[in-house]
């Protein structure tokens, strides 16, 4: 069964750093294109950036101003989000994505792991 | 404010069809670029419902088909049931912006 698993939670302090996981199973990792998508408490979802662990190339949306960094461990067929500082602002639940072999779509879902910063 | 607006609400009684319109630009839907649904039930994380504007994907019930015109696209369902109860997104792609993009999210209530 594809799948993707992420923690359930992560609790930070303004400042901090925070690296978050997601680790695929079921399809063979380096060969499609994973990344992350955010959403905020009752608010919408955005796409945050993808990776494909395979080459690695990684793809930002640019109002994220490089504030997060995608990357992946073929190894253990595991990627990242992470965050050399985290802000309040920062805090939502983070879903990790898979893209669609056939377009830009996101065809797999984590549950996602839900993130908290807060002093 | 999103790239791709959706009615923030849409409602309708069991057995009824909804719409729920998508409305793009030149620099996304209108360019060519796809349009992707999701299904977020309350609590869970989103579902892909549609790609590549009316693909369905195995399991999605064909109650659910996709259309696109223009700079828009729309999600239809037809014999509304109580569990369709979520909030739908529309996804593309924009060119000018290098990236994906969703659209605000349209709360379904089945009366």
């Known amino acids: 069964e594809e799948q993707l698993v992420q923690p359930g939670a992560a609790v930070k302090k303004p400042g901090e750093s925070l690296k978050i996981s997601c680790k695929a199973s079921?399809?063979?990792?380096?060969?499609?294109?994973i990344g992350w998508v955010r959403q905020k408490s009752g608010k919408g979802l955005e796409w945050m950036g993808v990776i494909f662990p395979g080459e690695p190339d990684a793809r930002y949306n640019p109002s994220l101003q490089g504030r997060v960094t995608v990357s992946a461990d073929k190894s253990i067929s595991t990627t990242f989000l992470q965050w050399l500082s985290v802000e309040p602002s920062d805090s939502a639940m983070y879903f990790c994505?898979?893209?669609?072999?056939?377009?830009?779509?996101?065809?797999?879902w984590g549950r996602g792991t839900l993130v908290t910063v807060s002093s | 404010q999103s790239v791709l607006t959706q009615p923030p609400s849409v409602s309708g009684a069991p057995g009824q069809r909804v719409t729920i319109s998508c409305a793009g630009s030149n620099s996304n839907i209108g360019a060519g670029f796809e349009v992707h649904w999701y299904q977020q039930l309350p609590g869970t994380a989103p579902k892909l419902l549609m790609s590549?504007?009316?693909n369905r994907p195995s399991g999605v019930p064909d109650r659910f088909s996709g259309s696109k015109s223009g700079t828009s696209a729309s999600l239809a369902i037809t014999g509304l049931q109580a569990d369709d109860a979520a909030d739908y997104y529309c996804q593309s792609y924009d060119s000018s912006l290098s990236g994906v993009v969703f659209g605000g999210g349209t709360k379904l209530t089945v009366l």
């Open positions: 994505v898979r893209i669609g072999a056939a377009g830009w779509f996101f065809d797999l």
């Open positions: 590549g504007n009316t």
């Open positions: 079921g399809y063979s990792f380096t060969n499609e294109w």
